[in-house]
């Protein structure tokens, strides 16, 4: 989509809902004042009425300098004191937006010196629009405009943690989504909010901005009350939203870091285990901030169901703990801190004990177990055939010369017993490849595959 179809598509937004119930422009007109106002704090302005306050255009020039970090280009009057002294500073700044890439329609300087605030408020949009959600926001190459930028990036956010929005609107009633968002974006802010109550959405609600303004400084805009409403305005959920994607989280947040957490131990990667025995692990949260101390969570979900979980505080963020598997099949072994998942989580291990399990009939064949033939940057496969080797599933993981996990492509027919595996070397040096079979280690993993220089 062109930047002209984009933009006629957002003015078509803006129509509509122009041409909604007039309750949006009491909060539109709230959320855009505050959003002004938070632009203007480092100066000497600040408006208390839109529809007047940019009227001789001293306050909109203020505004305009501090979105583009620069000049106005041209001297206005800085005492206007009849009509055409401020209509002349409006132009100014209506020439200076249309050299900016703003383009208004169906607004000039006349309507803001009247305080048209319906076009007002359509100004002060076109604003938000450019200044802020367009660098804020990923494009989506013109599907959907910025509504739909701002869904996609709420999503990849709250995804993770079991969440999902459709719209900016109902989803965000109860409050949970947004103690979501914040808690996706500085774990341990709002940790509960998987628990929190819908009927308590008022509460919900001002906790969560409390927690962003307090630790991220994302302004509150918004009210609560306004974001309950079922007919919630979705420009002005735009413009609250619109702060997250730079916002950064202050020193000092009560804050913790899961992707330091470290689990380990049979329980986890599955070697040796057996059914009726206990599946011993360790996790090790020392580095993850003493905010997370005793909020380690282990969740076991075997083939029948939830599975008993023994876990251990040693007393220095580290734990000890075991599971105990009765059933052949796949185990599911969930670690969150504070809710929020560590990184592999949710691990998944094989166990099968009533049927034998034969790892030394597993045959592996493929140049990317060998490193023959196989250049930096060449695809390196492999083949596994485990139909012989009794019940159980293949697990892979190949490391590089730096010894950290690379990416791998499995496609894996259970029925057959054949999985296909491919990994691409980016360098030349030594390859580590280490295949399990039931949990249990090949005969001859890992194995090594050396890539040469070109």
């Known amino acids: 989509m062109s930047q002209d179809d984009a933009h006629a598509q957002e003015e078509d ?58 000049g106005i280009g041209a001297r206005v009057t800085k005492r206007p004191r009849i009509r055409a002294q401020k209509l002349e500073n409006v132009k100014i700044c209506f020439d200076f937006m249309n050299r900016e890439g703003i383009e208004m329609v169906n607004i000039d300087n006349q309507d803001v010196a009247d305080g048209n605030m319906k076009l007002i408020l359509g100004m002060v949009w076109h604003l938000i629009l450019h200044y802020q959600i367009a660098t804020g926001f990923d494009d989506d190459g013109g599907k959907g405009g910025p ?24 989803d965000w009633n109860n409050g949970t989504i947004l ?70 989280v202050k020193d000092g947040a009560p804050c913790v870091n ?64 075991a599971y105990y598997p009765e059933d052949d099949g796949e185990y599911q072994i969930k670690v969150t801190l504070l809710n929020c998942p560590i990184p592999k989580s949710p691990f998944k291990v094989g166990i099968y004990g009533s049927q034998k399990t034969d790892p030394n009939k597993v045959k592996v064949s493929g140049p990317g177990v060998t490193g023959e033939g196989i250049l930096p940057g060449d695809p390196a496969p492999f083949v596994i055939d485990y139909k012989e080797a009794g019940r159980g599933q293949p697990k892979v993981e190949v490391f590089g010369p730096d010894h950290q996990p690379l990416n791998i492509v499995e496609d894996n027919d259970k029925k057959e017993g054949i999985c296909k595996v491919e990994y691409q070397p980016a360098v030349f040096g030594e390859y580590t490849v280490t295949i399990t079979y039931a949990g249990l280690p090949l005969p001859n993993s890992p194995y090594s595959a050396l890539i040469p220089l070109l």
């Open 13 to 70: 937004f803006i129509a509509q809902r122009i041409a909604e119930d007039q309750g949006w422009v009491r909060v539109q007109t709230r959320t855009f004042t505050r959003w002004v106002n938070e632009n203007l704090k480092t100066t000497e302005h600040q408006i208390e009425n839109l529809d007047t306050d940019f009227g001789d255009g001293l306050k909109l020039v203020g505004l305009l300098q501090q979105l583009a970090g620069k």
């Open 147 to 170: 509504k739909n930028r701002i869904i996609k990036w709420v999503n990849s956010k709250i995804n993770p943690w079991g969440q999902n929005i459709t719209n900016l609107g109902p």
């Open 179 to 248: 103690a979501c968002l914040v808690n996706a974006l500085a774990p341990g802010l709002v940790p509960d909010f998987a628990e929190m109550k819908p009927e308590d959405a008022r509460d919900n609600i001002d906790r969560a901005m409390e927690m962003a303004k307090e630790w991220m400084d994302i302004p509150r805009v918004l009210e609560p009350e306004d974001m309950m409403d079922p007919n919630v305005d979705e420009l002005s959920m735009m413009t609250y939203l619109s702060y997250f994607p730079n916002a950064k």
């Open 258 to 321: 899961p992707g330091r957490v470290i689990a380990r131990g049979p329980g986890i990667t599955g070697v040796g285990l057996k059914l009726g025995k206990p599946a011993e692990f360790e996790i090790d949260a020392s580095k993850a901030g003493e905010n997370g101390r005793d909020k380690i969570k282990v969740e076991v979900i075997g083939p029948e169901g939830p599975v008993k979980v023994d876990l251990t505080s040693n007393g220095d963020l580290t734990y000890s703990g």
